[in-house]
């Protein structure tokens, strides 16, 4: 599994103007029918203006229980200029100076 997304958007206040643009890159792949590790990457510029940007590399494996009805997720985050509050991963404070930050979360999901 391979996955690409772009995203542009243009916010207009008055007479200003911001354009923001992202990314995100990811694959994974069945090692075992139930055991999928797994990579992504992720970019975001603010303002795309300024040199400033953000970033999260992931690395992951997930576990597949009862043929894919539910399944736990293990992902480890090495995260530019982004917090690890609140089990997620945000924008660091304007103003603030280039940060690295890490993160893991351990997760289940199941079908209903």
Not at 9 to 33: D, F, M, N, P, Q
Not at 41 to 61: C, Q
Request: no cysteine; charged share 15%; proline share 2%.
């Amino acid at each position: 599994m391979v996955r690409f997304e772009l995203a542009n958007a243009k916010t207009i206040a008055g007479t200003t103007s911001i354009s923001t643009r992202g990314y995100v890159v990811e694959g994974g792949y069945h090692v075992l029918s139930d055991l999928q590790p797994v990579i992504r990457y992720e970019n975001l510029k603010p303002d795309t203006s300024v040199a400033f940007s953000n970033s999260a590399v992931s690395l992951g494996v997930n576990y597949f229980l009862a043929k894919n009805s539910a399944k736990f997720q293990l992902g480890y985050f090495l995260l530019t200029n982004m917090d690890g509050r609140n089990g997620s991963y945000q924008q660091a404070a304007a103003g603030t100076t280039a940060k690295t930050g890490r993160l893991l979360i351990l997760s289940y999901q199941t079908a209903i």
